[in-house]
């Protein structure tokens, strides 16, 4: 039997608070940490801020690599006014003030951390920018790389010379989990932890081929995490790879429920992005903590995946006008951008059936706070604190404590 790993350091009082509560810390990278992730947001609704306040109090914060040179004045001024007529030059000049501002932000995390909890960086698969957006983090000095929007089979290759670094990619099924672990062996090398998504529950893209797959009783908790489990002890995995459940996570009466199914942690997107420390605008934080599972919309976003968000003005609008817009789908649209957000766009490759409208457009407006014109990602749920804005501290209070009612 191993030693029992330490508490992160300065967290001993939320630590102590988790043990009178009956739930399980989490052990993960040699640290002992709280069982709850923070989930990666983009585009710029979790940056350094609040990565650094979740991780301080000795959780798992977790910057989202997309366009995050928008907490950079200089570097938006740098990549303002480009020569759209020579679009190779200014897509160059975009990725690397992006890769530059991912540097930055895992600087200032770090230092806001205090050495405390773990940092993670969530990378989407479907990002050109994936490989060197994962690489410039690992060099950077980041703890964690955590993979959604696709499956990291290279993610290994991309972090061989970083072996002290956690891998973590996102699944939302048992196959996805054999799929991993399998090729991952074969590279010498295994996820330090599996986020477990449920695609009925959480916000943003979700892990299904299409809207009707959200529903599979494949990707129910109850299934997942055993089949998972029973798998890793089949497979004859000597490495304990932590589960965390992702999606619909709202109270710790949750957390213990899905510790009692054999997942290890939490991760939660939603009630960290309606904190006083997320990087996003207070008017984002407001769509967010008014909305209700009423007003939450699915649709096929513009990376041909299933999404969830609040039924905006524009969203809705966006939604009437898309079948003409799918009829007259074309490929090799102008991309506005200069830079390839997607690897795949339905709108720039013209893909029916994919999304028809810039993602990149639609998110920006939303981080700061466009009610009109922006796209607002939210998982299902009523929130710990309901419409009101609360501290990342008070809230890892709460989730501490199972016997904690949601608030009405």
């Given at each position: 039997?191993?030693?029992?790993?330490?508490?992160?350091?300065?967290?001993?009082?939320?630590?102590?608070?988790?043990?009178?509560?009956g739930l399980k810390p989490l052990h993960l990278a040699g640290r002992r940490l709280l069982p709850v992730v923070q989930g990666?947001?983009?585009v710029g609704v979790s940056a350094h801020r609040l990565a650094a306040a979740v991780a301080r109090e000795g959780g798992v914060g977790t910057l989202s690599s997309v366009d995050l040179r928008r907490h950079h004045p200089d570097l938006m001024d740098r990549t303002r006014g480009l020569d759209m007529a020579h679009p190779d030059k200014a897509r160059e000049v975009i990725d690397a003030a992006n890769l530059e501002a991912i540097g930055r932000e895992v600087k200032a995390a770090r230092e806001g951390a205090g050495g405390h909890g773990l940092l993670a960086?969530?990378?989407?698969?479907?990002?050109?920018?994936?490989?060197?957006?994962?690489?410039?983090?690992?060099?950077?000095?980041?703890?964690a790389v955590v993979v959604g929007a696709g499956l990291p089979l290279d993610l290994p290759d991309l972090a061989q010379d970083h072996p002290k670094a956690a891998l973590i990619p996102i699944l939302s099924d048992a196959r996805g989990v054999q799929l991993i672990v399998k090729k991952w062996e074969r590279k010498k090398r295994l996820p330090d932890a599996i986020v477990i998504e449920h695609p009925r529950l959480a916000g943003g893209h979700l892990g299904a081929a299409k809207v009707a797959d959200l529903g599979d009783p494949r990707f129910d908790f109850e299934n997942v995490i055993p089949q998972s489990l029973a798998f890793l002890r089949s497979a004859g995995i000597e490495k304990d790879i932590p589960l965390i459940a992702a999606g619909g996570v709202r109270s710790g009466a949750d957390i213990q429920r899905l510790q009692a199914l054999g997942a290890a942690a939490v991760q939660l997107g939603t009630p960290f992005a309606v904190t006083t420390e997320c990087d996003a605008d207070e008017g984002f934080k407001r769509v967010l903590a008014e909305a209700s599972d009423d007003d939450l919309v699915e649709f096929t976003s513009v990376a041909g995946l299933p999404a969830r968000a609040v039924g905006t003005p524009w969203l809705r609008n966006y939604l009437r006008a898309e079948p003409r817009?799918?009829?007259?789908?074309?490929?090799?649209?102008?991309?506005?951008?200069?830079?390839?957000?997607?690897?795949?766009?339905?709108?720039?490759?013209?893909?029916?059936?994919?999304?028809?409208?810039?993602i990149d457009n639609q998110l920006a407006?939303?981080?700061?706070?466009?009610?009109?014109?922006?796209?607002?990602?939210?998982?299902?749920?009523?929130?710990?604190?309901?419409?009101?804005?609360?501290?990342?501290?008070?809230?890892?209070?709460?989730?501490?404590?199972?016997?904690?009612?949601?608030?009405?």
């Open positions: 039997m191993t030693a029992p790993l330490p508490p992160a350091e300065g967290a001993s009082d939320l630590m102590a608070a988790l043990l009178r509560s990666g947001m983009g960086i969530n990378v989407m698969r479907a990002v050109t920018a994936y490989a060197a957006s994962v690489k410039q983090a690992l060099e950077a000095g980041i703890d817009l799918q009829a007259v789908a074309h490929g090799k649209v102008r991309c506005t951008k200069a830079f390839d957000c997607l690897a795949q766009c339905g709108l720039r490759d013209g893909l029916p059936g994919w999304g028809q409208f810039c407006a939303a981080l700061g706070g466009d009610l009109k014109k922006g796209l607002f990602f939210r998982g299902v749920g009523p929130l710990p604190f309901g419409a009101q804005i609360r501290s990342v501290r008070e809230l890892l209070e709460r989730l501490l404590t199972p016997t904690v009612a949601l608030a009405t």
